[in-house]
């Protein structure tokens, strides 16, 4: 349970909330005027000085994000793109060292826990502060193993063939209008190759910071686990709350080669000023594991599912999915699980809470294609309402194409009742600690699912969350 | 002097019907006390109205701790004042552990100022003393790592409500038919549980049906409930003691008590609506 674990409880990248709320003066190398056209897709590319495919790569999402209109459900999207920042460069270069990152820079990183966990847990780490990774590291043993971890622009000019072979493969830009737009003006983002055989023991993490008003972020994640290969790879998000608007649109590209394992763990908890649509997809061939662990806890709308197509058979697809949404939130949330070979199985697990007039959305997907004979699929979504101005929906969508399936789907909502809360005040809990309690039992099936130290700031998270909810 | 539970002229209704309709009843800390009735009587309801429960308005009379007004206390003031209820029917709070939640209640219990978010009893000082009550309870330990009563067994219930009453320690302990659905042999060691731990330690009043709980806890009262008020009380200063009386309507039932009492028998049977709405809980 949650105070339990306090006592014992260290930072971990994450910060606490009020901690989170600061913002820097703006230092800036470069920051592109306001607004998305062609001549701001042009001056991204000649920043980075990066190859013409690219360049007409990204002309070409830009007409293809021109030519989408907005989704027609998930949440409402009041932004208007040609109000936002698309690309700010806060330094000139990348730091090795945390002594090389600009000073104020470094500081809102130490503030928020990233150098003090790195020490402590990690095998590797990315900062990036609005468009720019302005930190990397990896330890030296993973490197002489092979192991990459640099940002997707470096991966670029490094590995041009490692990343023409799969950049855009997983999700292409025709994908949905989100996808086309960070593929028109992404930059940063992690590239990660795992070489055959080699297990990464200690998670790789990346930070995501926004910290300019009207930004836009647009990160380009592409991990490649090579057979047999395992890594947990860790993202934190977070911004300081301003009242106009921020876009954070991610594109993440995971490929699970056979008998490999891929865990993805995020924990968001951006500013309730930013709409965060993001993109998140992995392929897994024979025998690989793919397990997405995704914590949404801020932002005003998010809108995401992490999707596993699962492509050769033995392959296994598993989601972990916790949203908290509260006043002004709106979190749409949920996986999807495609069974595209025989014999593969998946599970998705949904875990959400919304109070103070929040509103927790889960959107699920099952497919399952001809010929997926013996797949194997388990759904189960929880929602828990804490008070009648919140709301819970449920979209669960079912395409079987295949007879020789099992398939399972649980749903339930329930409400934090009176009686619940009666019985802890009746034993000294206070109304507050009384519902906390009750919040962190409902998702902690999930939560230690967790690395003990990520286990620690989702308690901690929820807690603050929970901060205030009654009287 | 001698802690003192007083309620005076308490009158409490549920869902603006009138269920209690003027219970007077002293406990002091050392005495057990046995309050019987039949069913829909409001036995329970006097339960939840010390605890104070949400849903059980108080619209008239008073109730006092060692002078103060518990009327105007919150359910976890009562509780940090100490004042203890095991619940008939407890409540499930699934993925919270047992252990969590008992550190929780009894650093709150013990130290009535704590506010949210401040130190807990340190986890091996709190280990230890639970491991030794669950010993003493004959409980398992794993008992502890279970979530709050999910899955358990009406057995395992009320005893988790008894290891609740022996970490919190009460002034008060009521204890709302903690005999029922268990079978004999159960109800034997809850008997002998609540003996050794409330023993002279605290002021216990037992709401049951039988005289089984009482085996070990002999009540120094008996009170009868009827029609929503005490009727009949034995013990010291009463025509039989408080043994006698509760054998008495163990073996015999009520008929004696709605003949002695005929306005609140007529109260009975104008309650028996009411019925559902106390045993919804």
Known sequence: ?471 | MTDTLKIHELHVAVEGKPILKGVNLEIRRGETHALMGPNGSGKSTLGFAIMGHPGYEVTGGTMELNGANVLEMEPNERARAGIFLAFQRPMAIPGVKMADFLRHATTNVRRPDRKEGEELIPMREFRKELKAKMEQLRMDTEFARRYVNDGFSGGEMKRAEILQMAMLRPKFAILDETDSGLDVDAVRLASQSIAEIGGAEMGILIITHHDKLLEHNTPDYTHVMLGGRIVETGGPGHERSGPELAAELHQQGYDRIRAAHPDAAADEEAMKQSDQVEHAF
Request: aromatic fraction near 10%; glycine fraction near 8%.
């Open chain 1, 1 to 471: 349970m949650a105070t339990d674990t306090k006592s014992e409880s260290f930072e971990v990248g994450l910060g606490e909330i009020n901690k989170y709320d600061f913002r820097n003066d703006e230092k800036y190398i470069f920051k592109s005027r306001k607004g998305l056209d062609a001549e701001i897709v042009h001056q991204i590319s000649d920043m980075k000085n990066e190859p013409e495919w690219m360049r007409d790569f990204r002309l070409k999402s830009l007409e293809i994000f021109n030519s989408k209109p907005m989704p027609n459900w998930g949440g409402k999207i009041g932004l208007d793109f040609q109000d936002i920042f698309y690309y700010i460069k806060p330094s000139d270069h990348q730091g090795r060292t945390w002594d090389d990152v600009p000073e104020d820079i470094k500081n809102t990183f130490d503030k928020l826990g990233i150098p003090e966990a790195e020490k402590k847990f990690l095998s590797g780490v990315k900062a990036q502060y609005e468009s720019e990774v302005v930190y990397g590291s990896l330890r030296e043993e993973l490197s002489n193993q092979g192991v990459i971890f640099t940002d997707t622009d470096s991966a670029i000019r490094e590995y041009p063939d490692l990343v023409k072979k799969y950049f855009a493969t997983i999700i292409p830009p025709s994908d949905n209008k989100f996808a086309a737009l960070n593929s028109a003006v992404w930059s940063g983002g992690s590239f990660i190759y795992v070489p055959k055989g080699v297990k990464v023991e200690f998670p790789l993490q990346a930070y995501f910071r926004i910290n300019a008003e009207n930004m836009g972020q647009f990160e380009r994640t592409l991990i490649i686990v090579d057979e047999g290969a395992q890594i947990h790879y860790v993202e934190g998000c977070t911004a300081p709350m301003y009242t106009t608007e921020s876009l954070h649109s991610a594109v993440v590209e995971i490929i699970v080669n056979k008998h490999a394992r891929c865990r993805y763990t995020t924990i968001q908890n951006w500013a309730n000023n930013i709409y965060n649509l993001v993109t998140k997809r992995a392929v897994a061939y024979e025998g690989a594991v793919m397990e997405w662990i995704d914590g949404n806890l801020g932002s005003r709308l998010t809108m995401k599912y992490p999707a596993v197509y699962m492509m050769e058979p033995g392959a296994r697809g598993e989601i972990l999915s916790i949203a908290f949404a509260s006043a002004g939130q709106h979190q749409d949330a949920g996986a999807k699980l495609v069974h595209c070979a025989p014999n593969t199985s998946g599970r998705i697990i949904s875990k959400s809470i919304s109070k103070n007039g929040g509103r927790a959305s889960y959107r699920g997907l099952v497919k399952v294609e001809p010929g997926a004979k013996k797949s194997k699929s388990n759904v189960v979504c929880d929602a828990l309402i804490l008070d009648p101005r919140s709301r819970s929906d449920t979209y669960p969508y079912l395409e079987i194409d295949e007879q020789d399936v099992t398939i399972g789907h649980e749903a339930s909502v329930s409400r934090i009742g009176e009686e619940q809360l009666f019985y802890l005040t009746s034993r000294g809990l206070s109304e507050a600690e009384a519902s906390t309690m009750i919040v962190s039992g409902f998702i902690e099936p999930l939560v230690k699912e967790l690395p003990m130290e990520y286990a620690v700031e989702m308690n901690r998270l929820i807690e603050l969350q929970m901060e205030g909810s009654v009287g």
